[in-house]
């Protein structure tokens, strides 16, 4: 089991924005958490093959604390929990934390990429 760090994603836009990626993921991997409070406009994106998983976006307000201890799912401007089941799923985060990290629920023959964006 590995732990996916987030790698910055350079683009022609770095003065005003930020990308990460969580690359490559599979059902055995977990995710290290990404210190991105200073961003207010959060956007996360996935892609690949889900093989049955569902891949959620937690939080955590705990800047006092690397790595943080406490997660909570975050939500979408609708208030839904952000879930993405399927390839090339995109949603808007309605909370601002400190702290952002995907979580997996089950399924087997997952490679998934993660995106974070933010500005």
Same mark, same amino acid.
């Given at each position: 089991?590995? &732990? ?13 924005? &930020? ?23 959060? %956007? ?12 959620? &976006? ?10 943080? %201890? ?45 995106? &974070?964006?933010?500005?």
């Amino acid at each position: 089991m590995a &732990l996916i760090k987030p790698v910055r994603v350079k683009t022609p836009f770095d003065a005003d924005i &930020l990308v990460y990626k969580w690359p490559n993921a599979t059902e055995n991997d977990t995710f290290e958490a990404l210190a991105f409070g200073r961003q207010t406009d959060v %956007t996360m994106q996935t892609e690949g093959i889900f093989g049955g998983a569902t891949y959620a &976006l937690e939080g955590s307000l705990e800047a006092e604390t690397d790595p943080p %201890t406490k997660f909570v799912a975050l939500k979408d401007p609708q208030g839904i929990a952000i879930a993405h089941a399927t390839a090339d799923s995109i949603d808007s985060v309605q909370e601002a934390v400190y702290w952002y990290r995907p979580a997996r629920t089950a399924g087997s023959g997952v490679d998934v990429t993660i995106y &974070l964006f933010g500005k």
